[in-house]
């Protein structure tokens, strides 16, 4: 699998950007020429970054030197459509450093930890799927992972109201399901629950 960064991904063309919709939700690539057409697989996970405003100066607190207008930032954000956005399954927003946080003190886990818990996570999604078309959470349908794990109206609660109120569509439905459930392999739990689904959310709608 490949990993993809596209730094100021505002600044990308639009029609590169809306390129990669089909394939970030299918997998493969459909290339269309004169001469013909072909079908190539791409397997990869897509990190885009982008700052807060075309001068990206808008997010360094009260001595800020932003000048941009409001409809120069929402002109900026507007680059990345909603289509494109709804496949992407984690939407964070970052904050600058501050003195304070480099004085914090406490211990991090090291990339070997992470990795352990990464591998022994996959294993876990491996098992589950031996008898399916796919291996991992982020290829399981939602359909699925709501009869395999018995996920009652209860647990889904939050999820619904998202759905009803417009906030998420059908397909981040699903798609939150699955970073739920990837969640609770990361902690060796047997299922998403409702606290882990309610996690999943707000790592995609930025709501706490």
């Known amino acids: ?6 730094d100021e991904a505002p600044e ?27 079908v190539l697989p791409a397997s990869f996970q897509l990190v885009l970054a982008a700052n807060p405003c075309p001068c990206g100066a808008a ?8 000048r941009c207008t409001p409809m120069d930032k929402r002109r900026y954000r507007n680059r990345l459509s909603g289509p494109l956005l ?21 211990t991090q886990e090291d990339s070997a930890t992470v990795a352990g818990r990464v591998r022994h996570a996959r ?12 291996t991992l959470n982020s290829n399981a349908p939602g359909a699925w992972l709501r009869e395999h794990f018995r996920l009652n109206p209860n647990s889904l609660r939050d999820l619904d109201r998202a759905l009803d109120t417009g906030r998420i569509t059908m397909r981040g439905y ?15 739990a047997e299922a998403p629950t409702p606290d882990r689904i309610t996690t999943a959310l707000a790592l995609r709608t930025q709501d706490s």
């Open 123 to 134: 294993k876990r999604q491996a098992d589950r799927y031996v008898d399916c078309e796919w």
């Open 86 to 106: 709804d496949r992407v399954d984690l939407q964070l927003e970052l904050f600058p450093v501050s003195p304070a946080d480099i004085r914090l003190g406490g």
């Open 174 to 188: 699903d798609r939150v399901l699955r970073v739920a459930t990837t969640l609770a392999d990361l902690e060796g």
């Open 59 to 66: 997010m360094r607190g009260a001595e800020s030197t932003c």
């Open 12 to 38: 990308f063309s639009r029609d590169v950007l809306e390129a990669l919709r089909q394939p970030m939700e299918a997998r493969p690539v459909h290339i269309h020429r004169a001469w013909g057409s072909m």
């Open 1 to 6: 699998m490949y990993f993809p960064f596209l």
